[in-house]
């Protein structure tokens, strides 16, 4: 077992044993806190002084060897979605990643680097950098002597005040297919709200997205680059008591939107070649009072 102490940072970088017995990072800055677990490299926690925090953690979630954490940001690699006798959004969010480097950068910000031990045909790392804004960035390298066809997706869960309260922007004109009714559609002008179960991939969009959260006086930005498909999920009520691992009413609390290349947006890479996706996470007051 390699001694992750060496990797800690005082009053910056702490490991120790989260819910399930899990090696956690916990990681402070003058502006911020964040949590990420060594199982999936998951962020499960990211909170800027002051605010509530940004992602939505699922109190009925599991942290056990081989199943998904329910919050935050779950990696989805290398496929997107269910496969026969397969782990579900693939199997990089449920294997255990190594922490390989951890630094302090100017200004006061904490980065975090992980690779995911596996087989080829792939070489996979992940950068976590926590400081006013949450980034992180995954790189997939093809180590292998063909080319190589993946998805990825950073399926982000947000925390929010109240799921009829926000509204999310950014998307319009954007190619959505309706994974509920099967149905193509361009998105309009207006703002996507919700009212039931909403499952939407959008496909060839490169543009940042808002949640707009007027209670809580809250703009939250997803800023990408290597990403070309968003998906925008609420489970809402039947579908959240179909989920073990997601309490009845937490559907009113978070809303997921998921950053990556999936579907029509796969991801292929010749021999040697490597692709980066990533996501920077900001947020800012609706309104500065007076
Ligand atoms: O991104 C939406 C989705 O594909 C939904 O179909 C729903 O299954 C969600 O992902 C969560 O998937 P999971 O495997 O984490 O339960």
Not at 130 to 145: C, G, H, R
């Given at each position: 077992?390699?001694?992750?102490?060496?990797?800690?940072?005082?009053?910056?970088?702490?490991?120790?044993?989260?819910?399930?017995?899990?090696?956690?990072?916990?990681?402070?800055?003058?502006?911020?806190?964040?949590?990420?677990?060594?199982?999936?490299?998951?962020?499960?926690?990211?909170?800027?002084?002051?605010?509530?925090?940004?992602?939505?953690?699922?109190?009925?979630?599991?942290?056990?060897?081989?199943?998904?954490?329910?919050?935050?940001?779950?990696?989805?690699?290398?496929?997107?979605?269910?496969?026969?006798?397969?782990?579900?959004?693939?199997?990089?969010?449920?294997?255990?990643?190594?922490?390989?480097?951890?630094?302090?950068?100017?200004?006061?910000?904490?980065?975090?680097?992980?690779?995911?031990?596996?087989?080829?045909?792939?070489?996979?790392?992940?950068?976590?950098?926590?400081?006013?804004?949450?980034?992180?960035?995954?790189?997939?390298?093809?180590?292998?002597?063909?080319?190589?066809?993946?998805?990825?997706?950073?399926?982000?869960?947000?925390?929010?005040?109240?799921?009829?309260?926000?509204?999310?922007?950014?998307?319009?004109?954007?190619?959505?297919?309706?994974?509920?009714?099967?149905?193509?559609?361009?998105?309009?002008?207006?703002?996507?709200?919700?009212?039931?179960?909403?499952?939407?991939?959008?496909?060839n969009t490169t543009a940042f997205v808002e949640i707009i959260d007027p209670p809580w006086n809250r703009k939250t930005r997803i800023a990408t680059s290597g990403s070309n498909s968003t998906?925008?999920?609420?489970?809402?009520?039947?579908?959240?008591?179909?989920?073990?691992?997601?309490?009845?009413?937490?559907?009113?609390?978070?809303?997921?939107?998921?950053?990556?290349?999936?579907?029509?947006?796969?991801?292929?890479?010749?021999?040697?070649?490597?692709?980066?996706?990533?996501?920077?996470?900001?947020?800012?007051?609706?309104?500065?009072?007076?």
């Amino acid at each position: 077992m390699i001694d992750l102490h060496k990797y800690e940072i005082p009053g910056h970088v702490s490991l120790t044993v989260g819910q399930g017995g899990l090696p956690k990072i916990l990681i402070e800055t003058a502006s911020s806190s964040a949590e990420v677990y060594l199982h999936g490299a998951h962020v499960t926690h990211f909170q800027k002084k002051g605010e509530p925090p940004l992602l939505f953690m699922s109190a009925a979630s599991d942290f056990a060897a081989g199943k998904p954490i329910r919050g935050g940001v779950p990696l989805v690699f290398p496929w997107f979605g269910g496969r026969e006798g397969l782990p579900a959004h693939g199997f990089a969010r449920i294997e255990s990643w190594q922490l390989t480097a951890t630094s302090l950068l100017p200004h006061g910000a904490v980065c975090l680097h992980f690779s995911l031990p596996t087989p080829e045909p792939y070489k996979v790392e992940w950068i976590v950098t926590v400081a006013e804004t949450l980034s992180m960035e995954l790189i997939v390298t093809n180590i292998a002597d063909k080319e190589v066809t993946f998805e990825t997706c950073l399926h982000t869960y947000f925390q929010i005040s109240e799921i009829d309260a926000i509204s999310i922007t950014g998307l319009s004109g954007a190619n959505g297919l309706n994974k509920l009714t099967g149905c193509d559609f361009v998105e309009g002008v207006s703002p996507i709200r919700f009212i039931a179960e909403t499952e939407i991939v959008y496909s060839n969009t490169t543009a940042f997205v808002e949640i707009i959260d007027p209670p809580w006086n809250r703009k939250t930005r997803i800023a990408t680059s290597g990403s070309n498909s968003t998906v925008v999920w609420n489970p809402w009520i039947e579908k959240s008591q179909r989920m073990p691992d997601f309490g009845d009413g937490e559907y009113l609390q978070m809303v997921c939107v998921e950053s990556g290349n999936i579907a029509t947006n796969s991801v292929t890479l010749p021999p040697s070649a490597g692709a980066s996706l990533k996501v920077e996470l900001s947020s800012e007051a609706l309104r500065h009072e007076p």
